[in-house]
């Protein structure tokens, strides 16, 4: 008999629609039961391609003897925490300071006022590794609830108490100038991996936000450091087993340093986010490798996870079933030599294997290899990779598919359509700028609909329930205004308008401070707000970058000093944390550059405003449009004519405008940094 969760529409908890586990979807309803039936609350939170929280399933909420014992004790809530990002980040604050650590599936035992008193993450069935097993947690639990509630009140109120004293310190006065990035890069210098790219030691994360900033670091100084830091870490992970060198995309980390053995779930931002960055990293350096990894990304994305309604969907799973019909992490993806020989025949299976490091050993499990380039193959012959590519592509297709999470969350969403805009025009692929406008109409259509406030999720072209969080009405602006600069439409800068004028409203506080949730969104026990980014940009940084980009299309003062409180946060942060504010730090690199603004009179895909698009300086705005009718869609084509009856562009910052060109070379030489103060 299926259980509450049947009526949801979050992949996740229809995962668990037909456990034993009489599962409640976070709401009142479940409270109130709790509370009239004198039972603490069970909750439960993970997301839909995450392996543990499918191994914990299978062995305890399956389990009709475990269920059974949840059901009398408890009121058992599932929550997915990408469709609620809020009660995630609330209850996961309070797991990391009792516990040290944190991480999903997430256990936390609540009273019926929604205050945790004890966590943790994964139990296993049995008692091992010094962990409890789920039952003893479970009976300990509930004995400690019917004999000691005084106690249980206790730590519950100590610990809202000590979540409520963590209030934010947000930066002080000022944003982050010369002194603090520099600070910052002499940080991410300290930790970069000579060897092997990246940042720190395993498990090792695509530290995209981290690159981003290296890239406009080196437009805007030229410092070359920075720049080889970024190319690098690029190539050790294009080459690495972390992407896909059969269809493209990135998993979600690698469990060793070399980049070799992934985690295997490929997530959409991750893919979005890393998209933009090659992108980028090809604009700064002409790199083919750049280019090729861009646009292989951008079509996975397109292949593999776009929604019959035009969005993308959230993710793939690691696991799908192997030969024998297990259901195996990177089954879908590891090959054997004999795998290779049975699709390829002896010498091209020996050429496969040496060219993409499959050995008789294997470099994962059960002597199984991930495809990666270890470049110790010598020259190659590129039409028979391309060849053998093809036909182990071709016989991976027939291999049963990972899981596919439907779910279309707005702020990735956002993410995937800056990124396929500007792949899409870098390189000439029409095709890519129209998927992420369909995407982008998707948002409006449902996502915004009748309600006019942004919704975090919608499943199969209807909206969830869920409202936006700061990361959604972020990453929205910033795909708009992306998807503004290459189309040349100036409804996307209006929607991204729309956007960040609630971010105003219901999003802001003192001191220039942002909270994670509105003013008028559900309360919880805290009110979350975090700035630091993890897999995506904060709701913070991505609101901050967002308002400053708007600022400097419109001329609009409130968004500039909305972005310039926002930062304050990174001027405290990036010198000490460098790792996990990268995408404030890449805003404080636009911040510091202007950032500017360019103008184009001219049409929309022109040589003069692809070169404009093409410019480097970092967070630089493109406006392009000719005609009467230009300046009313873009404020800063207002009173830009024609030069000599040739499309011209106008580039200006702080107030100050170059003489405008109708020349390619010399638009190009003004975007290309280093800017000189």
Known sequence: ???????????????????????????????????????????????????????????????????????????????DREERPDVDAVYMEAVQAATGHGGWP??????????????????????????????????????????????VAEVAGRIVADLAGRSLVHGGDGVPGESEVAQALLGLTREYDEQHGGFGGAPKFPPSMAVEFLLRHYARTGSEGALQMAGDTCAAMARGGIYDQLGGGFARYSVDREWIVPHFEKMLYDNALLCRVYAHLWRATGSDEARRIALETADFMVR???????????????????????????????????????????????????????????????????????????????????????????????????????KVVAAWNGLAVAALAETGAYFDRPDLVERATEAA??????????????????????????????EDYGDVAEGFLALAAVTGEGAWLEFAGFLLDIVLEQFTGEGGQLYDTAHDAEQLIRRPQD??????????????????????????????????????????????????????????????????????????????????????????????????GAGAEFPLLVDRPLVGGQPTAYVCRHFVCSAPTTNVGELAAALAGPSGG
């Open 1 to 79: 008999m299926a259980n509450r969760l049947a009526q949801t529409t979050s992949p996740y908890l229809l995962q668990h629609a037909d456990n034993p586990v009489d599962w409640w979807p976070w709401s009142p309803e479940a409270f109130e039961e709790a509370r009239r039936r004198d039972v603490p609350v069970l909750l439960s939170v993970g997301y839909a391609s995450c392996h543990w929280c499918h191994v914990m399933a299978h062995e305890s909420f399956e389990d009709d003897a475990t269920a059974a014992y949840m059901n009398e004790h408890f009121v058992s809530v599932k929550v």
């Open 106 to 151: 997430m256990t936390v035992f609540l009273t019926a006022d929604g205050e945790p008193f004890y966590f943790g993450t994964y139990f296993p069935p049995e008692a091992r590794h010094g962990s409890p097993s789920f039952r003893q947690v479970l009976e300990g639990v509930a004995a400690a609830w019917k004999d000691r509630r005084d106690e």
């Open 304 to 406: 593999e996870l776009r929604t019959a309604e035009g969005g993308f969907a959230s993710a793939l799973d690691a696991d799908s079933e192997d030969a024998d019909g297990r259901h195996v992490e990177g089954a879908y993806y590891v090959w054997t030599p004999a795998q290779l020989r049975e699709v390829l025949g002896e010498d091209d299976a020996a050429f496969a294997a040496a060219y993409y490091g499959v050995t008789e050993d294997g470099t994962f499990e059960e002597g199984a290899s991930v495809l990666r380039l270890p470049g110790d193959a010598g020259p190659v012959d590129a039409d028979r990779v391309a060849d053998v590519r093809a036909r182990l592509l071709a016989a991976r297709e027939q291999r049963p598919r990972p899981g596919r999470d439907d």
């Open 441 to 470: 109409d998707l948002l409006v259509r449902v996502h915004l609909g009748e309600v006019a406030r942004l919704t975090r999720t919608s499943k199969d072209g209807r909206a969830g329930d869920n409202a936006g969080v700061l």
């Open 531 to 628: 700035p630091t980014d993890s897999a995506t940009p904060s709701g913070w940084t991505a609101a901050a970058g967002a308002l400053l980009s708007y600022a400097a299309y419109t001329g609009s003062e409130p968004h500039r000093t909305a972005a310039e409180g926002a930062l304050g946060v990174v001027k405290a942060l990036g010198p000490r944390v460098p790792r996990f504010v990268g995408w404030g730090l890449a805003v404080a690199e636009a911040l510091l550059d202007g950032p500017r603004e360019v103008a184009v009179a001219g049409p929309v895909g022109g040589e003069l405003h692809r070169t404009a698009l093409l410019g480097r300086a970092p967070g630089a705005v493109v406006a392009a449009g000719e005609g009467p």
